[in-house]
């Protein structure tokens, strides 16, 4: 009975048979157990698949697609395809596993910070090991930190998710007078 209901889901998704032998139907119910699966996959496996994701999250997510769709379009077996996705989103649950639990497995997987800007002054081999220009330095701190002088950034580095986080200098206002003429309260103030 069990025997039965197996080949008769494998006939209903076409396996066994050639890529140009599928029909619509079968692919298209192909692509709907698919998506499903990787949906759980990716939900199971990792948030960040879907956010600001390391390296090594997004060459698991374009690993992962290449492997799925091959189950959609029958270049490889369905079935054994769905395995080989999910023995995927475990190796990458593993080693995130193990990069979180030492200090010496994460930096070699997910990579480590690199210091661009220390104390106002750019580090130019920090730059050039990260393949940045001044332009692009300057383009990241007006976004940042809505400065693009470097001297006025305490801090910034290119995480390891490729992104740059600035820690800028705190801005020193002085209140230099407080007025009240005609019931309106006036405040000077300086920036600096």
Same mark, same amino acid.
């Given at each position: ?8 889901i494998q006939?209903?998704?076409?396996a066994?048979?050639?890529a ?9 119910i ?12 990716v ?7 879907l ?6 999250d997004? /060459?698991?997510? /374009?690993m ?12 490889a ?5 769905l ?16 990069a979180f639990r030492?200090s ?10 690199v ?20 332009r ?12 693009a002088?470097p001297?006025?950034?305490r801090?910034?580095?290119m995480?390891?998710?490729?992104? /740059?986080?600035?820690?800028?200098y ?5 209140i230099?007078d407080?007025r009240v ?7 000077r103030?300086?920036?600096?």
């Open positions: 009975m069990l025997l039965a209901v197996w080949d008769q006939s209903f998704l076409g066994g048979r050639k140009a032998d599928l029909n619509t139907a079968e692919v298209a192909r692509t709907v157990i698919v998506y499903l699966v990787s949906l759980a996959l939900r199971v496996a990792s948030r960040r698949f956010s600001q994701a390391t390296a090594f997004v /060459i698991v997510g /374009i992962l697609g290449s492997i799925m769709s091959r189950a959609i379009n029958g270049s077996l369905f079935f054994p395809t395995v080989a996705g999910l023995v995927l989103v475990g190796l990458h649950w593993l080693f995130a596993f193990i030492t010496l497995f994460g930096p070699i997987v997910k990579g480590e910070p210091l661009l800007i220390k104390d106002g002054e750019v580090q130019q081999e920090a730059m050039r090991s990260a393949n940045l220009t001044s692009d330095l300057h383009e990241f701190l007006r976004l940042a930190s809505g400065r002088d001297k006025k950034i801090r910034a580095y995480e390891r998710n490729g992104n /740059i986080s600035v820690v800028p705190e801005d020193e206002t002085r230099l407080v003429e005609d019931g309106v309260q006036s405040i103030i300086k920036l600096e």
